[in-house]
C-alpha cells in the first residue's frame, strides 16, 4: 500500500491558504490551488474531495478551540452563584480577554480566512454563532440575579442580540484591519469597557 507523501499535503494546503487569503473562498478553485502548487488537479483530488474541505481542514482546529473556549467561559460564569456574577461580571470577562487574544493570534491565519474569506463555506456564519450564545447567556444572567432577589431592568431580546453582535463584530475588526497582537489586547479591553458601561446602564447595575 503506497504512502502519502504528507510533504505534499502541506504544500497543497500551503498553496490553498494562499489563495482563499487572496481570493477568497467562493473565488478559489482547485484548479488555480493546483497551479499554484505545481501539481495536477487529479493530485489534489486524490488527498481533498473538494475546496470546502481543504478550507475546514485549514480553519477547523483554531474555530473549534476558539468556540470552545468561549462556551465554557460561558458556562463557568453561570455555574458561580447569582452574587458574584453581579458582582464580579466585568472583571471575570476581563480576565478572559487575554486568552481569547491568545487564541486568535496563535492562529491569525485561520481566523483571517473565517473573518474575511469565508463567504460560501459553513464557516460563514461562525461569528453569529458566538453572538447566539453570547445572547443566551446574557438573559440566563439576567435570570439568575433575578431570582437572587436582585432589582435589574428588562431588556428585550432583539436588542441583545443587536449589542452582542456590535460586540464581537467589534471585536474581529482587530482580524480585519491586521492589528497587532498588543494593539489587539488593547483595542478589545477598551471596547469591553464601552460596553460595560452601556450594559450597567440598560440594566440598572
Known amino acids: 500500500m503506497k504512502v502519502k507523501d504528507e510533504s505534499i499535503t502541506e504544500k497543497l494546503l500551503l498553496c490553498a491558504k494562499a489563495e482563499f ?8 478553485s482547485m484548479r488555480t490551488i493546483a497551479e499554484r502548487a505545481g501539481v ?14 481543504i478550507f475546514r481542514e485549514l480553519v477547523k482546529g483554531p474555530a473549534e478551540e476558539l468556540y470552545n473556549f468561549f462556551v465554557g467561559v460561558q458556562e463557568e460564569f453561570a455555574g458561580y452563584p447569582p452574587e458574584y456574577q453581579r458582582r464580579e461580571m466585568h472583571p471575570y470577562v476581563a480576565r478572559k480577554i487575554d486568552r481569547t487574544v491568545d487564541i486568535i493570534y496563535d492562529n491569525f491565519d485561520a481566523f483571517k480566512l473565517i473573518i474575511c474569506k469565508s463567504g460560501g463555506t459553513s464557516y460563514e456564519y461562525y461569528v453569529d454563532k458566538m453572538i447566539d450564545v453570547e445572547t443566551q447567556s446574557t438573559f440566563r444572567f439576567i435570570d439568575a440575579v433575578r431570582a437572587a432577589g436582585y432589582v435589574i431592568a428588562d431588556i428585550r431580546k432583539d436588542l441583545a ?16 484591519h491586521d492589528l497587532s497582537r498588543e494593539d489587539a489586547r488593547q483595542y478589545i479591553l477598551k471596547l469591553q469597557e464601552f460596553f460595560n458601561a452601556g450594559w450597567d446602564k440598560l440594566l440598572g447595575l
Open 161 to 176: 442580540h443587536m449589542l452582542a453582535s456590535a460586540m464581537f463584530n467589534g471585536m474581529f475588526e482587530v482580524v480585519m
Open 40 to 53: 495536477t488537479t487529479g493530485m489534489l483530488y486524490s488527498r481533498f474531495a473538494d475546496k470546502s474541505e
Open 21 to 28: 487569503l487572496e481570493c477568497g473562498f467562493a473565488e478559489s
